[in-house]
């Protein structure tokens, strides 16, 4: 009896491998591409400009960074952005001053926005 038993929920295991779907690969909706992985960049250098965000003027906080090469990158700032000292402490944008040395890690979006996700003191 118990070989009987085993027999048939043998076969009833094997006949439901023939009823498995192989895994869809995620696609996108109709006529919209598949977003690829977000690049994550870093650059290093000396701050050319700080502006911080006025609502009245419409302005959203931005910080200029002169690389090693002399190339200026411009970085947008948000509520998210890390902004640490050397030491790891939090501070705000309004503390990093003109000539001061950092690494910013930073997206680009499709538009050609620099974002940036977190600006270090280098000194």
Do not use: H, W
Not at 81 to 99: N, R, V
Request: charged letters at 25%.
């Amino acid at each position: 009896m118990k070989k009987i038993i085993f027999s048939l929920l043998a076969f009833l295991f094997v006949s439901s491998l023939c009823f498995a779907q192989p895994v869809a690969q995620p696609t996108a909706p109709a006529g919209y591409p598949i977003a690829k992985p977000v690049e994550i960049k870093a650059v290093t250098g000396q701050v050319d400009s700080v502006v911080i965000a006025d609502p009245a003027k419409k302005t959203m906080s931005e910080i200029v960074v002169v690389d090693g090469k002399g190339q200026k990158l411009s970085f947008m700032v948000r509520l998210s952005t890390a902004i640490l000292t050397k030491e790891g402490k939090e501070i705000t944008l309004s503390e990093i001053k003109k000539d001061s040395k950092v690494t910013v890690e930073y997206t680009t979006n499709a538009a050609g926005t620099n974002r940036a996700r977190s600006i270090r003191l280098a000194e």
